[in-house]
């Protein structure tokens, strides 16, 4: 399960030099959002190894912020106020 | 050990995932490649993570965490895309 954890991290790598790199700002919108779920994963993965259940409340509130966070986002680039 | 291979195939769906997104060009390709992977990567690897663990009282927390995740995550991509095609069909220059 530590493998799966180290696969999980490892992942937001490439996603962190789409975030720096990225053409559009959309880009790096969506790589953020990715690396926002795995974080959350990895979240939870780490409260089930170390027998610790307050990393999965941690992990919850980072989902639901990252969600309104990146929706936030997508609709203040929709008006045309976006970075290109 | 079911719950061990669940999340195993869970970041093998990941991994692919990532590997689509650095991969693409178009901003909604990656959109496919992103919204696919961490929708069923991510929701496989939870799932293993509850039969991984057996009944504790910690399995209804990452059950409302995939809930959430399931419920949110189709709404992000789709925003993003939203966004993406208005502002691209609306904006002055056509990049």
Request: aromatic share 8%; charged share 10%.
């Given at each position: 399960?530590?493998i799966?954890?180290?696969?999980?991290l490892?992942?937001?790598?490439?996603?962190?030099?789409?975030?720096?790199?990225?053409?559009?700002?959309?880009?790096r919108l969506?790589?953020?959002?990715?690396?926002a779920?795995?974080?959350?994963a990895?979240?939870?993965?780490?409260?089930?190894?170390?027998?610790?259940?307050?990393?999965?409340?941690?992990?919850?509130?980072?989902?639901?912020?990252?969600?309104?966070g990146?929706?936030?986002?997508?609709?203040?680039?929709?008006?045309?106020?976006?970075?290109? | 050990?079911i719950?061990?291979?669940?999340?195993?195939?869970?970041?093998l769906?990941?991994?692919?995932?990532?590997?689509?997104?650095?991969?693409?060009?178009?901003?909604?390709?990656?959109?496919?490649a992103?919204g696919?992977?961490?929708?069923a990567?991510?929701?496989?690897?939870?799932?293993?993570l509850?039969?991984?663990?057996?009944?504790?009282?910690?399995?209804?927390?990452?059950?409302f965490?995939?809930?959430?995740?399931?419920?949110?995550?189709?709404?992000?991509?789709?925003?993003?895309?939203?966004?993406?095609?208005?502002?691209r069909?609306?904006?002055?220059d056509?990049s």
């Open positions: 399960m530590s799966v954890e180290g696969v999980l490892a992942s937001i790598v490439p996603l962190l030099f789409i975030l720096a790199r990225g053409p559009t700002a959309w880009d969506l790589a953020y959002n990715s690396a779920n795995r974080v959350a990895v979240l939870a993965i780490s409260a089930v190894l170390s027998q610790q259940p307050v990393l999965l409340d941690v992990a919850i509130v980072y989902a639901a912020l990252s969600f309104i990146v929706v936030a986002l997508a609709r203040f680039m929709e008006r045309g106020e976006g970075f290109r | 050990m719950g061990t291979a669940l999340a195993g195939c869970g970041a769906l990941v991994a692919i995932g990532t590997f689509g997104i650095v991969r693409f060009r178009d901003v909604y390709s990656r959109l496919q992103s696919v992977s961490d929708n990567g991510l929701t496989v690897v939870l799932l293993g509850i039969l991984y663990e057996g009944w504790a009282p910690i399995d209804w927390m990452l059950l965490l995939l809930v959430l995740m399931l419920a949110t995550n189709p709404i992000a991509t789709h925003s993003i895309a939203k966004s993406a095609f208005v502002q069909h609306t904006g002055e056509s």
